[in-house]
């Protein structure tokens, strides 16, 4: 379809929950912007749902009804563009295909599917010559997909890391600024309409993975396997940690991160860089941007060798915010836009060069629980300087009734030594329960 035509886009929703809700809302809310912009109506058409006797927090348009038979969708050709809103892999899959087939555009949210299965529906869609766009399921209001994909193409990324989960920052905030507990701040995450439908991916820190691999393909042009991933999330993070480490300067955040690692033989040769990358909690200081994005509110950081260090901040979850991007991506159908997915030529991207999660480097927070009894913290610390790994600081606390609190914060060691060490004091009896240890973001 040439710009600027007349004729109205139409979509065809699937999904009425906290985003698509959002979508209608907006749709109606913005209509005279989206006309100016789109130079043509976009009109809701039809809205997919699980059960339509729900009641709605938003009233749908006149003539637009709810249906539960996705072909409503997928099979109407007065539909020019399918917006996936439903979540989930296997049915989200099925709808996308399958409006592909019917020669339907896609826009999506759902950042499980695309880091899953992002790369057959990438070539499917360019295939079929259709538009697949995705804004909203990267950080929420943020634009960073776009940013990555189109303003900073022509930089050559080294390092970016952020907070990608808008739940779990919230719960963290939540817990170091008000002391709740962590399943009451999950809890209201939920009901604010921020977690995900199984509220496991957030805290677990898989949504936060999804993401940082969507982020990977967009910043490397690589095809970076989820299996291959490292991810921890924050579930059963103390408030002990988080008291400790802002005694310390740090706040806990859950921090998704990849970067460059020159190979031994890395010239200006693209293929001979690693990646190091993964999910994680980690100490970050109080004085970093990172520390001080609070509640729902998501961040990334990139760092690129001609723009060097820019920061992203904004609502990474929420109806609003992410129906924004969602409707930004509509209006780039409506004006018939198409980069390529991933903004790089082609489809077929080359797996990614993985650097092992042992081998990654880092300076460390460790919190140890053991008896107050002579000897014990020179035995702990002879584990350490078996495996190499220096101190920066260490304190001791006072007894929290199931023995004390010894913190170390480390100098940079790798993963692998950190572990061999506290296995070393595990089984030399010196511990009363497995260490707690987190990476601390830009040295102790
Ligand atoms: P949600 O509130 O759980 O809503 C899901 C909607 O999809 C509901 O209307 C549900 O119908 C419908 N649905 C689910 N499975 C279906 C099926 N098999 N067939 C037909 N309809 C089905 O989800 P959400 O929070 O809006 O999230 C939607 C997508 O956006 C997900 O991919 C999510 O990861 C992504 N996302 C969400 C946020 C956020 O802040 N919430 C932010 C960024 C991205 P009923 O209403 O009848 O149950
Ligand atoms: N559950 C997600 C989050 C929604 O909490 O960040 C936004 O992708």
Not at 153 to 162: F, I, Q, S, Y
Not at 274 to 280: H, I, N, P
Not at 396 to 418: C, I, N, R
Request: net charge neutral; with cysteine.
């Amino acid at each position: 379809m040439s710009k600027g035509s007349e004729k109205p886009l139409r979509i065809g929703l699937a999904g009425f929950g906290t985003v698509g809700g959002g979508l209608v809302r907006l749709l109606r809310e913005n209509a005279d912007v989206i006309r100016r912009r789109a130079g043509r109506d976009v009109v809701l058409t039809r809205v997919l749902v699980r059960n339509p006797a729900k009641a709605r927090d938003t009233a749908l348009p006149d003539g637009v009804a709810l249906t539960t038979d996705y072909r409503e969708l997928t099979d109407d050709p007065q539909i020019d563009v399918l917006v996936e809103l439903i979540g989930g892999i296997d049915h989200a899959r099925a709808l996308i295909d399958r409006a592909l087939d019917q020669g339907k555009h896609v826009v999506t949210a759902n950042k499980a599917l695309l880091a899953e299965e992002g790369p057959d529906l990438f070539r499917k869609a360019e295939r079929k010559k259709r538009i697949l766009r995705y804004e909203a399921s990267v950080a929420g209001a943020i634009p960073i997909v776009e940013a990555l994909r189109q303003s900073l193409a022509g930089n050559r990324v080294h390092d970016l890391m952020g907070i990608l989960n808008g739940t779990s920052n919230y719960i963290l905030s939540e817990m170091t600024s008000n002391n709740m507990d962590f399943d009451v701040a999950l809890k209201q995450a939920q009901t604010l309409g921020y977690a995900e439908a199984d509220p496991t991916l957030d805290i677990d820190g898989h949504d936060a993975a999804h993401k940082l691999i969507l982020l990977i393909r967009l910043a490397y042009g690589v095809h970076y396997p989820y299996t291959a991933l490292s991810v921890r999330g924050i579930r059963g993070l103390s408030g002990l940690d988080i008291r400790l480490a802002r005694e310390f300067g740090y706040r806990i955040k859950l921090i998704g991160q990849v970067r460059e690692v020159p190979s031994p033989q890395a010239g200006e040769d693209d293929s001979q860089v690693r990646l190091e990358a993964g999910v994680f909690p980690a100490l970050v200081h109080h004085t970093y941007l990172l520390a001080r994005v609070g509640g729902v509110y998501n961040a990334v950081r990139v760092e690129a060798n001609a723009a060097g260090a820019l920061f992203f901040h904004g609502r990474g979850a929420g109806d609003l915010p992410t129906a924004g991007a969602v409707l930004a991506d509509v209006l780039a159908v409506a004006r018939d836009e198409r980069p390529n997915n991933t903004g790089f030529a082609g489809s077929d991207l080359p797996r990614a060069s993985i650097v092992p999660p042992q081998e990654w480097r880092s300076c460390y927070y460790v919190r140890v629980m053991v008896q107050d009894a002579p000897g014990v913290l020179r035995d702990i610390s002879g584990c350490m300087a078996a495996e190499g790994i220096s101190m920066a600081q260490v304190i001791q606390k006072s007894d929290e009734g199931h023995g004390v609190p010894l913190v170390f914060m480390t100098h940079e060691t790798t993963a692998q030594a950190m572990s061999d060490a506290l296995q070393c004091a595990l089984d030399a009896g010196l511990l009363k329960e497995p260490a707690v240890y987190f990476r601390v973001l830009g040295g102790a």
